[in-house]
């Protein structure tokens, strides 16, 4: 709906409905998740010309989210690992689909948003002064059930066979789960858009973004303050101090017309951005395990189907946190570019592009097992080595810790369209470096969150997931000459694109086995590389046989193999897309 009220005022106003009922399939037919979403959104906005040279922009909206799944499992109690459950568990296998379906499931994250936000425009002389404020509330109802049926774990399928697993991970029974989460994110900003000079203009700007902490309304948040010593969980709110009361996140920008004839410019720009969901959502996965009021067991060797005591084997009291001295997690972005406009309706750019993060989110084992350290500094967990905390089992721990940089040269070519054609091409040459990828296994597909020594993250900088260091993308439009007054000669054009890239970097991995006996069962220990090999030549490249797996041994029982972090590099990719087009005017 848009209303124009007088020569001043305009109104525009906005209502979208979303709904969808899903049946996901599982690998086997009889474990599929059920899924329901209905989604709303209202959105009004007012425009106010005050004078010719202020306008004053108001926007209110409201929405409201509904994501719910369901285990579509018949109910078996007699097959449920858990007591009070009435359907089973999941089972995991090593290279084989799961069976028991989806182990977060049933999970639940209902959301409403209120945000009302104003934006002022101000032009006076040389100077483009926007200011405004953003007011955003948030109130989140979540179930997260993750292992409440139970989940067994076994490192192969001979292990499977045998009716012998590694682990069993359950949510003991009385958990409480759901949480209301409310959260309220205050946003204030100016900047100055500048003409210094005829030919150059700058931007400078000051925003200002904090968060209230999402504390549980019903009181159910829990923390274990200090991982190191705390043989109990404490009651209150999931971070000692607000991370975000020193948002502060300046902004500099400059374009500059070179020569005063708009054919060559020169841009640039620099900012700081702060991560104003990360300890939000950290908190809304880890809090609801936490005890008192919830609590997860690991059992080691445990026998198999589990009986519904949940004991046999070496029953561990686990634990999920979230680091109560949380920090606020924040990047640099920075950028330069070379824009030239050439003969011929040519336009060439030539860039650098770059970034840094700090204190990103990340998820560690927070109470490995003590090492002993031997003559060479290798660390060696003896098969009788005590956890940091013994008054705990497994702590998966959320925490700060993460890096990142990016650094890359970008180049671009446009013709636009004259003489029948016009293309265009774009070229990166990119390097992407981190120590962690994620917070979540569902976020990566190549490599472990966890990393292999939560508490020496240095082995672990090398290049990220996503990097990738070339990419390559063209187009092109061209008119092919014909008649245009001829129904059948003209109108006829061929449209290509082409896209090229190389591949992503990929972990080699024992998966969950523990071999290094570190107590980090989140993780994944890696292999050691035999000596003598050669790293280049360990990738193949054949679709059957990718890369040479002999080229890896395992380490030393009790020890972290040789081999880093995304050391092989995954397979390139190319796609052409050709298309033969006839227009005709009716």
Do not use: C
Not at 125 to 144: D, M, S
Not at 224 to 244: H, K, M, Q, Y
Not at 393 to 412: K, V, W
Not at 509 to 523: E, V, Y
């Amino acid at each position: 709906m848009d209303v124009t009220l007088s020569d001043r005022d305009s109104l525009f106003g906005r209502y979208t409905y979303d709904g969808a009922d899903q049946t996901v399939p599982a690998g086997f037919e009889a474990y599929g998740t059920d899924s329901v979403s209905r989604n709303q959104f209202f959105t009004v906005e007012h425009k106010r010309i005050v004078t010719p040279a202020l306008l004053n922009t108001a926007r209110f909206s409201h929405s409201r989210l509904r994501f719910e799944q369901l285990p579509n499992i018949p109910s078996t109690p007699s097959l449920a690992f858990v007591p009070g459950q009435d359907q089973i568990g999941v089972v995991s296998i090593t290279g084989v689909t799961s069976l028991g379906g989806t182990a977060t499931n049933p999970s639940s994250n209902n959301s409403f948003y209120w945000t009302f936000s104003d934006d002022i425009s101000y032009s006076k002389g040389r100077h483009l002064i926007k200011g405004g404020a953003l007011i955003e509330h948030l109130r989140t109802n979540k179930l997260t059930a993750t292992n409440i049926r139970g989940s067994y774990s076994f490192p192969s399928v001979q292990r499977f066979l045998a009716a012998s697993p590694n682990r069993f991970v359950a949510v003991l029974p009385g958990a409480q789960l759901e949480r209301v989460r409310p959260n309220t994110l205050f946003g204030f900003y100016l900047q100055d858009d500048v003409r210094a000079t005829n030919r150059l203009t700058l931007n400078l700007g000051l925003r200002y973004e904090a968060y209230t902490i999402p504390a549980d309304a019903n009181g159910l948040d829990t923390t274990l303050r200090n991982i190191f010593t705390d043989a109990d969980f404490t009651v209150g709110p999931p971070f000692g101090e607000n991370p975000s009361r020193r948002n502060f996140a300046p902004r500099v920008g400059f374009a500059w017309d070179v020569a005063g004839n708009g054919r060559t410019a020169v841009r640039g720009g620099a900012g700081i951005y702060h991560d104003t969901d990360g300890p939000f959502n950290s908190a809304f996965g880890i809090a609801a395990f936490s005890p008192p009021f919830a609590a997860t067991t690991t059992i080691t060797n445990p026998a198999f189907p589990q009986p519904a005591t949940l004991s046999g084997g070496a029953i561990a009291r686990t634990a999920r946190t979230l680091d109560y001295n949380i920090g606020q997690p924040y990047g640099v972005t920075y950028n330069v570019s070379v824009q030239r406009e050439l003969v011929g309706q040519m336009v060439v750019t030539v860039g650098y592009a770059g970034s840094r993060a700090y204190n990103l989110m990340s998820a560690i084992e927070a109470n490995p097992n003590v090492p002993q350290i031997l003559a060479d500094g290798t660390k060696f967990f003896a098969s009788n080595a005590l956890r940091r905390n013994p008054a705990w089992g497994a702590i998966d721990y959320r925490t700060n810790g993460g890096h990142s940089e990016y650094n890359a040269f970008q180049l671009s070519a446009q013709k636009r369209f004259s003489h029948n054609y016009q293309m265009q091409l774009a070229y990166t040459l990119g390097k992407a470096m981190d120590n962690l990828q994620a917070q979540l296994n569902a976020d990566v597909n190549n490599s472990s969150v966890y990393p292999q020594d939560p508490y020496d993250r240095n082995v672990d900088w090398t290049r990220s997931d996503f990097d990738v260091r070339h990419v390559m993308s063209a187009n092109f439009v061209w008119e092919l000459p014909g008649q245009a007054t001829s129904a059948l000669a003209g109108g006829w054009q061929v449209n290509g694109i082409v896209s090229l890239r190389s591949g992503v970097p990929f972990t080699p991995a024992l998966g969950n086995t523990n071999w290094s006996r570190s107590g980090n069962t989140s993780g994944e220990d890696r292999p050691s590389l035999r000596p003598g090999v050669n790293l280049d030549s360990v990738v193949l490249g054949g679709v059957d046989r990718y890369f040479d797996a002999s080229a890896f041994v395992l380490p030393a029982p009790g020890t972290f193999g040789t081999a880093g972090r995304n050391i092989l590099n995954g397979p390139s990719y190319a796609m052409t897309n050709l298309s033969l087009v006839k227009n005709t005017k009716l």
